[in-house]
């Protein structure tokens, strides 16, 4: 089996971070404001660290904005949500565009009102030549959503004879699956103190290194993403091998 496309176990910086974004409730309630407060204020915070990205030269950064079960949430919270996302991407578009950033959207998007839907699409089209951050929001995504509708894909390409059941391998059936054409993520940071991932990208984490910061979302900036990256940075990355074995490969 081949190692995961990624950063090699001596790269002192991650190509793909992926972050989930905790803490806006909490920000919000410590300073006595609605919890809508802190998203609004966590959508600065997805402002600075896009920018901080692209200055460190990450090639790719993937946000959960909206898991799947986020719909659990009160009515009047899911709609501020969804308001605060339309309103973002009208607002940041023109900046990430010439910033040289390539927006993309994971996750079943068919829930989404025809507005929200539309913007998506625009932002994707007019930033799909960028060379620079691939950024990409999973909104309406879980990762065993992701394994699902990979699954029915092959499942298609087979029923049509596109595809021998037994040529789906690791590496064809991840094909199939959202990222595809990224590397898999080498540094997963979860902000707000909990230490879970929250059917985030379950397949592509596999070989990923994790990172849990005290520090809520809203609170994130530049100065935290570094700490993060030298975390990183001081990890030896296995894949399965033995620490001497990654070592002497280091110094071949
Ligand atoms: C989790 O905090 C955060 C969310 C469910 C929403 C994330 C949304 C943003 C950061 C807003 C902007 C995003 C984009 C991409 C424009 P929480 O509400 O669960 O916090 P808590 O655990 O403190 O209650």
Not at 34 to 41: D, E, L
Not at 48 to 66: D, K, M, N
Not at 215 to 232: G, I, K, T
Request: hydrophobic share 45%; net charge neutral.
């Amino acid at each position: 089996m081949a190692y995961p496309e990624s950063t090699d176990s001596t790269s002192a910086l991650p190509r793909h971070i992926a972050i989930v974004m905790d803490g806006n409730g909490r920000w919000a309630q410590q300073r006595a404001l609605p919890r809508t407060a802190g998203h609004r204020q966590g959508a600065k915070a997805v402002r600075r660290v896009v920018q901080a990205c692209s200055e460190r030269g990450i090639e790719a950064l993937t946000l959960f904005a909206f898991s799947s079960e986020n719909w659990r949430r009160p009515q009047w919270e899911v709609d501020v949500l969804m308001k605060l996302f339309a309103a973002t991407l009208r607002s940041e578009i023109d900046r990430l565009d010439k910033a040289n950033v390539r927006l993309r959207f994971i996750g079943d998007q068919r829930a989404f009102s025809t507005a929200l839907q539309n913007y998506i699409v625009k932002a994707e089209q007019r930033t799909v030549g960028n060379t620079g951050l691939a950024l990409v929001i999973a909104a309406n995504y879980g990762g065993r959503w992701d394994v699902v509708q990979a699954a029915q894909r092959a499942a298609a390409d087979v029923a049509a004879g596109r595809l021998q059941p037994a040529d789906l391998t690791l590496e064809s059936f991840q094909r199939y699956l959202c990222l595809a054409d990224l590397p898999e993520p080498d540094l997963f940071i979860r902000t707000g103190g909990e230490q879970r991932i929250s059917n985030f990208l379950l397949w592509q984490l596999a070989y990923t290194e994790l990172y849990f910061t005290e520090r809520l979302w809203p609170d994130y900036d530049a100065a935290d993403l570094a700490e993060a990256c030298a975390a990183f940075a001081s990890r030896q990355r296995r894949f399965g091998q033995t620490g001497e074995q990654v070592a002497g490969a280091a110094h071949a």
